[in-house]
């Protein structure tokens, strides 16, 4: 049931990992945490929440290195950051998406999920690449990345990649089809949550017109593998219900 692979990419001159545990149903790709690498989700024990919908064969996950989170807080200059989330995601859609698709045979959009960085990574994939992805679980998210790096102004690579700086500009086929997707975007409001985070977001998503739904759960919902826990698994069970 589990797979991984790991091969170098010129894109982020690095070698990376893709690591799937399931081998039927719809295709997850969960991106890690700020530092997390593809086997975060196993060591935090959310394999073992979603073992019931990968064992009934509802849905198989995926996961890559968080390259493009682990950026944001290596010593390099904030260009470079940008730079290297701008190319993070161009691996996803070139090399981890195509690498899904040979792996399951499945031809159809695929999901995201992911929290914290993960849930920018994840929403931005919809946001980015509707063509290829249709819909995402984005928890605890922090959307705005640019808190992290010295410049307060982005550069074209890190434009094109945040969603709060390239969907207000979307026009064309490109926000038509990003229309027909969906971003839910799921946080707590106890120890380090935000949810003004996400309705950022979703305030910038709902002008354009794509279909996006903020749920909060309450205070008593830390920034915390506990709290992910609970929450994709409730989610992915009412999408393949």
Excluded at 173 to 182: E, Y
Aim: aromatic share 14%; charged share 20%.
């Amino acid at each position: 049931m589990f797979l991984k692979s790991r091969w170098y990419s010129s894109r982020i001159q690095r070698e990376a990992t893709l690591a799937r545990w399931g081998t039927r149903g719809q295709p997850v790709l969960v991106f890690p945490t700020a530092g997390g690498d593809a086997e975060e989700i196993e060591r935090f024990l959310m394999i073992r929440a979603l073992d019931p919908l990968i064992s009934a064969g509802k849905i198989r996950l995926y996961s890559c290195d968080s390259v493009g989170g682990q950026a944001w807080f290596e010593k390099s200059s904030p260009e470079h950051k940008m730079w290297m989330q701008h190319q993070f995601h161009q691996w996803v859609k070139h090399e981890v998406v195509p690498a899904i698709r040979m792996d399951s045979g499945f031809d159809g959009p695929l999901w995201t999920a992911g929290a914290s960085i993960g849930a920018f990574h994840a929403a931005a994939s919809v946001c980015r690449f509707p063509d290829q992805f249709s819909r995402a679980l984005s928890m605890s998210g922090t959307y705005d990345l640019l808190r992290f790096c010295e410049l307060k102004t982005p550069t074209e690579y890190f434009h094109v990649s945040s969603p709060l700086h390239f969907v207000p500009h979307l026009e064309g086929r490109h926000l038509d089809v990003l229309k027909t997707r969906k971003i839910f975007l799921v946080s707590g409001e106890g120890k380090w949550e935000n949810l003004g985070e996400s309705w950022r977001l979703a305030n910038v998503l709902g002008e354009k017109g794509m279909p996006n739904y903020v749920d909060s759960w309450g205070p008593t919902w830390d920034h915390d593998w506990v709290t992910w826990r609970a929450m994709l698994p409730k989610y992915l069970h009412e999408w393949t219900a």
